[in-house]
C-alpha cells in the first residue's frame, strides 16, 4: 500500500451555547484531552457556567475521526466513562444542541451548523486562539481554509488516498484516481468537498 496527500482537514470542536458566551478564548489541547479522558467535568474549571461537562463521541471502533482525536489530542489515552456515545455526526450535533454543558468534535465542515458553537483552539496556552470556521459577508459559517492550510489551527490533518501496490488493476485505478484528485479540477473537487486542497 502505498499513501498520497490530496488535501488538508481541521476537526472542530462544537458545545452548546449556553456554555459558550462565557468562554470568551476558547480551549488549549490539553483542556481538550482532560475533558474527554474525564480529568475536567465542571465548566467553571475553565472559567464556564457551574454546568457539568458532557462530552460526545463515536465509539473508538468507529476509527478514522476518532483514531486522529485519541492520538493527537488524547496522547493514546483512552475515553473518559462519562463520554456519551453517538452513532455519527448528525447525532452528535442535535445532542450537543440540545444538552447544555454538552461538547462534540466533527470534521469542521460538517460542524457549520447555527445550533452550537464552535471553539477557537489553541495548541498551547501562551498561543493564540484560532478558530476553523469564518463567518463570509453572507452571514454563513464557512470553513477557515487559511488557518488549515497554513496549520496554524491545531487539529489539522492530511487527507490521503491508499493505492494498492499489486501491479494490476488495482494499482492502475488507484494510480488514476490520484491523478484526478491532484489534478486542478480535483483539487477544485477536494475544496467543493468542504476540504483544504493541497494547492
Do not use: C
Not at 17 to 38: C, H, M, N, P, W
Not at 136 to 147: D, M
Not at 167 to 185: C, F, M, P, V, W
Amino acid at each position: 500500500m502505498k499513501q498520497e496527500a490530496i488535501g488538508y482537514d481541521a476537526i472542530a470542536f462544537y458545545v452548546h451555547r449556553a456554555i459558550s458566551e462565557q468562554l470568551l478564548q476558547g480551549l488549549t489541547v490539553e483542556q481538550l484531552k482532560d475533558i474527554f479522558t474525564g480529568k475536567i467535568t465542571n465548566w467553571r474549571d475553565l472559567g464556564g457556567p457551574d454546568l457539568a461537562v458532557i462530552p460526545f463521541s463515536r465509539a473508538p471502533q468507529a476509527g478514522g475521526t476518532v483514531d486522529f482525536i485519541k492520538e493527537h489530542v488524547m496522547n493514546k489515552e483512552d475515553f473518559g466513562s462519562k463520554v456519551q456515545k453517538v452513532e455519527n455526526t448528525t447525532w452528535s450535533i442535535q445532542r450537543v444542541s440540545a444538552t447544555p454543558g454538552a461538547i462534540g468534535y466533527a470534521t469542521a465542515s460538517e460542524s457549520l451548523q447555527t445550533s452550537i458553537r464552535i471553539l477557537p483552539i489553541a495548541r498551547e496556552p501562551n498561543q493564540p486562539f484560532v478558530l476553523p470556521v469564518i463567518r463570509e459577508v453572507s452571514n454563513q459559517l464557512a470553513v477557515n481554509k487559511a488557518v488549515i492550510a497554513n496549520g496554524s489551527y491545531p487539529v489539522t490533518r492530511q487527507l490521503y488516498i491508499v493505492i494498492k501496490q499489486d501491479g494490476g488493476r488495482d494499482q492502475q485505478a488507484g494510480e488514476a484516481y490520484k491523478n484526478l484528485l491532484l489534478s486542478d479540477e480535483g483539487q477544485r473537487l477536494v475544496d467543493r468537498a468542504g476540504f483544504v486542497p493541497l494547492r
